[in-house]
């Protein structure tokens, strides 16, 4: 037979042999030989480096590796030399989160299209390589390690740079003039460095270089800690305005109404259609009513309460929680209110008073503003915004099933950091002492942007000792809080990270599964995580959406890392949005690859998402 017959018709048949990139997967299967890692990987030398090995990534059409990716794997000891630097056409390199050691890996010099490099939480020590060699790098992340030396000038060379992240090693000495225009995030904090902060990164916040050793003359005088405290706002910003007796009176009917409705209302947490039994205000006026007792705005509050449109509004049952029953009222000029009647109010007026007016100060894109309250020996209110697009809670769980239209995973993304940040300022008021005390998806909204929106600030402090909370909402409790009946800073954290965990399982903190068990989320989330089922934890919904693996996994981290059991080891709220806001990062370093990437059904990729767990995580 004629040999080049032969040569095609092998071409034909075995087209999918042909198609690999065999030398990367022998640079690969060198480096796995040659590094100790914990948990297997399935690289096997029978199987299609492109599409069956975790953490690989080929070019579309399989000639070359050109992303690997093996964050928390286990990895320890040394990168073994002259294994990765073949993978010549490798743009991504992800090696973060392991036990790494020794020097930066020397010959990563021959890599020249790296364009990001994850580092970090590793061992590595030493000092740091001549950066000159990677014009093409735009993230390096080399933070929590133990680079010494000083930061080599040729830092300067990597022109293409957005991301550059050396904080928490032991770097010392001067900072060089790094005049990167690109550059966008720079951390250098916790580290030795020393004298003055060159005049082209003077542009970054102060906490980038905090908890170094460095001279005043630019006003950071021996910064230790990284602070970016919230601008206090200053004198008394809240105004009670004395509203006449006529909207007085419109106060007490709608009480009226109000309870009158409340008596028929079940116990619902977000009504659905079949409960919004609307109730129209203009009923008859109550006589007996408290002159001392007054509805008090907040200043900027422009509300036009007008009597004529408020007897025509109606009020709906939203939702009823542990504080109480909030109901939406709807005034003609489509100027819409949320009213919740607070029930046992332990706390005097004056302290009652005192707190609302202190919460009235709070003005954030991420906290629910208070509008209004009123106190009267029977009736506590607090007036708010409404947002019509419902809670969280609502958004992720009502209407399961057909017509639903999925909760996406970059609205999850925005809810979990907006939420984040609101709760963070909170906790940055009162001299850093106020405590949220009652975080839950159904006290989370979504502001005009889209992020996360928290509500119901406060209460808590006017409520004590409190109250038992209903079933849905118990699983957001911190264990110590049963006991002590005190909400904490670090409960609300806890708090948080339930709901992230809500949010990446689409399950609530306390549900029923088929049979009568009751089964509690962070309970169920350690157990799934630990068998390795990882990917059973992730909501269904979120299958559709490709390239997402690693950031739920980021965001079950954090999650896990808030619901520990000891308060003290839970991170600080002011931690956590910086955690949040570096998922979103990576999350934009994925975008322009994905392009390059074959195409994965999502369902391999959750799979992948399983096996990237690192068992550090797991801590019950
Ligand atoms: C290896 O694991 C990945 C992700 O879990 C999976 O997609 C792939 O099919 C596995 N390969 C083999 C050969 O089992
Ligand atoms: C580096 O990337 C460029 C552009 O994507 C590509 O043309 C080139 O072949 C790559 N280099 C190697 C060694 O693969
Ligand atoms: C990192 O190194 C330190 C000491 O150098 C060691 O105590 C620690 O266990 C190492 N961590 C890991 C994850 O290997
Ligand atoms: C990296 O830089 C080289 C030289 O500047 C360029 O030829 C190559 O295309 C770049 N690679 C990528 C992936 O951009
Ligand atoms: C730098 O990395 C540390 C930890 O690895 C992280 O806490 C910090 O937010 C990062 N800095 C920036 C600017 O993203
Ligand atoms: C950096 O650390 C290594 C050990 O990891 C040490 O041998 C070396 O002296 C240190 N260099 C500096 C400049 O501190
Ligand atoms: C910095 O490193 C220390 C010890 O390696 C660790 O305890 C600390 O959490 C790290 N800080 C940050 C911001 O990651
Ligand atoms: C910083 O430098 C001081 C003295 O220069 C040294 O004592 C200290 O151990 C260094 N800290 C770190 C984290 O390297
Ligand atoms: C900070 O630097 C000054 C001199 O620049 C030195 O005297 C001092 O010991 C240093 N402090 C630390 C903690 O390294």
Same mark, same amino acid.
């Given at each position: 037979? +004629?040999?080049? /017959?032969?040569?095609?018709?092998?071409?034909?048949?075995?087209?999918?042999?042909?198609?690999?990139?065999?030398?990367?997967?022998?640079?690969?299967?060198? /480096?796995?030989?040659?590094?100790?890692?914990?948990?297997?990987?399935?690289?096997?030398?029978?199987?299609?480096?492109?599409?069956?090995?975790?953490?690989?990534?080929?070019?579309?059409?399989?000639?070359?590796?050109?992303?690997?990716?093996?964050?928390?794997?286990?990895?320890?000891?040394?990168?073994?030399?002259?294994?990765?630097?073949?993978?010549? =056409?490798?743009?991504?390199?992800?090696?973060?989160?392991?036990?790494?050691?020794?020097?930066?890996?020397?010959?990563?010099?021959?890599?020249? +299209?790296?364009?990001?490099?994850?580092?970090?939480?590793?061992?590595?020590? =030493?000092?740091?390589?001549?950066?000159?060699?990677?014009?093409?790098?735009?993230?390096?992340?080399?933070?929590?390690?133990?680079? +010494?030396?000083?930061?080599?000038?040729?830092?300067?060379?990597?022109?293409?740079?957005?991301?550059?992240?050396?904080?928490?090693?032991?770097?010392?000495?001067?900072?060089?003039?790094?005049?990167?225009?690109?550059?966008?995030?720079?951390?250098?904090?916790?580290?030795?460095?020393?004298?003055?902060?060159?005049?082209?990164?003077?542009?970054?916040?102060?906490?980038?270089?905090?908890?170094?050793?460095?001279?005043?003359?630019?006003?950071?005088?021996?910064?230790?800690?990284?602070?970016?405290?919230?601008?206090?706002?200053?004198?008394?910003?809240?105004?009670?305005?004395?509203?006449?007796?006529?909207?007085?009176?419109?106060?007490?009917?709608?009480? #009226?109404?109000?309870?009158?409705?409340?008596?028929?209302?079940?116990?619902?947490?977000?009504?659905?259609?079949?409960?919004?039994?609307?109730?129209?205000?203009?009923?008859?006026?109550?006589?007996?009513?408290?002159?001392?007792?007054?509805?008090?705005?907040?200043?900027?509050?422009?509300?036009? /309460?007008?009597?004529?449109?408020?007897?025509? $509004?109606?009020?709906?049952?939203?939702?009823?929680?542990?504080?109480?029953?909030?109901?939406?009222?709807?005034?003609?000029?489509?100027?819409?209110?949320?009213?919740?009647?607070?029930?046992?109010?332990?706390?005097?007026?004056?302290?009652?008073?005192?707190?609302?007016?202190?919460?009235?100060?709070?003005?954030?894109?991420?906290?629910?503003?208070?509008?209004?309250?009123?106190?009267?020996?029977?009736?506590?209110?607090?007036?708010?915004?409404?947002?019509?697009?419902?809670?969280?809670?609502?958004?992720?769980?009502?209407?399961?099933?057909?017509?639903?239209?999925?909760?996406?995973?970059?609205?999850?993304?925005?809810?979990?950091?907006?939420?984040?940040?609101?709760?963070?300022?909170?906790?940055?008021?009162?001299?850093?002492?106020?405590?949220?005390? +009652?975080?839950?998806?159904?006290?989370?909204?979504?502001?005009?942007?889209?992020?996360?929106?928290?509500?119901?600030?406060?209460?808590?402090?006017?409520?004590?000792?409190?109250?038992?909370?209903?079933?849905?909402?118990?699983?957001?409790? $911190?264990?110590?809080?049963?006991?002590?009946?005190?909400?904490?800073?670090?409960?609300?954290?806890?708090?948080?990270?339930?709901?992230?965990?809500?949010?990446?399982?689409?399950?609530?903190?306390?549900?029923?599964?088929?049979?009568?068990?009751?089964?509690?989320?962070?309970?169920?989330?350690?157990?799934?995580?630990?068998?390795?089922?990882?990917?059973?934890?992730?909501?269904?919904?979120? #299958?559709?959406?490709?390239?997402?693996?690693?950031?739920?996994?980021?965001?079950?981290?954090?999650?896990?890392?808030?619901?520990?059991?000891?308060?003290?080891?839970?991170?600080?709220?002011?931690?956590?949005?910086?955690?949040?806001?570096?998922?979103?990062?990576?999350?934009?370093?994925?975008?322009?690859?994905?392009?390059?990437?074959?195409?994965?059904?999502?369902?391999?990729?959750?799979?992948?998402?399983?096996?990237?767990?690192?068992?550090?995580?797991?801590?019950?």
């Amino acid at each position: 037979m +004629n040999p080049l /017959f032969i040569f095609l018709l092998a071409g034909a048949i075995f087209p999918f042999i042909i198609a690999e990139p065999v030398q990367d997967k022998q640079a690969l299967l060198d /480096f796995l030989q040659h590094i100790h890692h914990s948990r297997s990987l399935n690289w096997s030398r029978e199987t299609s480096v492109c599409n069956n090995w975790i953490g690989v990534t080929c070019n579309s059409d399989h000639s070359r590796v050109i992303a690997l990716r093996l964050p928390g794997v286990g990895l320890r000891g040394p990168i073994p030399a002259n294994t990765l630097s073949r993978l010549s =056409a490798v743009e991504i390199i992800s090696l973060r989160s392991n036990g790494i050691s020794g020097s930066f890996p020397s010959d990563f010099a021959q890599l020249k +299209n790296l364009t990001t490099l994850y580092l970090h939480f590793n061992n590595f020590s =030493a000092t740091l390589p001549d950066f000159s060699v990677w014009n093409n790098l735009t993230i390096l992340d080399l933070s929590n390690n133990g680079f +010494n030396g000083s930061i080599p000038p040729s830092v300067s060379k990597l022109t293409h740079l957005t991301i550059l992240n050396l904080s928490n090693n032991s770097l010392s000495g001067d900072i060089p003039d790094i005049n990167i225009p690109s550059l966008q995030q720079l951390d250098l904090a916790n580290n030795n460095l020393t004298g003055i902060v060159p005049r082209s990164l003077e542009r970054f916040p102060s906490w980038a270089f905090s908890g170094n050793n460095l001279s005043s003359k630019n006003s950071l005088p021996n910064a230790h800690q990284p602070s970016k405290k919230a601008k206090k706002l200053g004198g008394p910003s809240v105004l009670g305005i004395i509203i006449g007796g006529s909207v007085l009176l419109f106060v007490l009917v709608a009480l #009226l109404m109000i309870r009158c409705h409340s008596m028929k209302e079940k116990e619902h947490e977000f009504p659905t259609q079949s409960h919004k039994k609307e109730v129209s205000l203009k009923k008859k006026a109550s006589e007996n009513h408290d002159k001392n007792n007054r509805l008090v705005f907040f200043e900027g509050c422009n509300l036009a /309460f007008d009597l004529e449109d408020l007897l025509r $509004a109606s009020a709906e049952v939203l939702g009823k929680g542990a504080f109480g029953v909030t109901y939406k009222a709807a005034l003609e000029d489509a100027t819409t209110v949320a009213v919740k009647r607070l029930k046992e109010v332990t706390s005097g007026k004056r302290e009652f008073e005192q707190q609302m007016e202190s919460l009235g100060c709070i003005k954030h894109d991420n906290v629910s503003g208070l509008r209004a309250y009123y106190y009267s020996k029977d009736e506590k209110l607090v007036v708010h915004d409404y947002y019509n697009q419902g809670s969280v809670s609502a958004l992720l769980h009502g209407k399961r099933g057909e017509g639903r239209r999925p909760l996406d995973w970059e609205t999850r993304l925005r809810i979990a950091i907006g939420a984040a940040k609101g709760i963070s300022y909170i906790h940055a008021q009162n001299n850093g002492k106020l405590v949220h005390g +009652n975080i839950k998806a159904s006290n989370i909204f979504l502001n005009s942007e889209g992020y996360g929106c928290v509500s119901d600030i406060g209460l808590a402090a006017v409520m004590s000792p409190m109250p038992p909370p209903a079933m849905r909402a118990a699983g957001y409790r $911190a264990p110590e809080v049963t006991d002590t009946r005190k909400a904490t800073q670090a409960s609300d954290v806890y708090s948080y990270g339930v709901l992230l965990l809500e949010l990446l399982t689409g399950k609530s903190p306390i549900h029923a599964t088929g049979g009568d068990e009751i089964v509690h989320l962070v309970r169920w989330v350690h157990s799934v995580v630990r068998e390795e089922w990882t990917a059973e934890v992730f909501d269904v919904e979120l #299958l559709q959406y490709p390239n997402i693996e690693e950031e739920m996994v980021e965001m079950l981290q954090i999650g896990m890392s808030c619901v520990v059991r000891i308060p003290e080891q839970r991170p600080k709220m002011s931690v956590l949005v910086k955690m949040m806001e570096g998922i979103r990062r990576a999350n934009m370093e994925n975008q322009p690859s994905s392009e390059t990437k074959p195409e994965t059904s999502a369902s391999t990729q959750i799979r992948h998402a399983a096996e990237i767990v690192p068992s550090s995580s797991i801590s019950a």
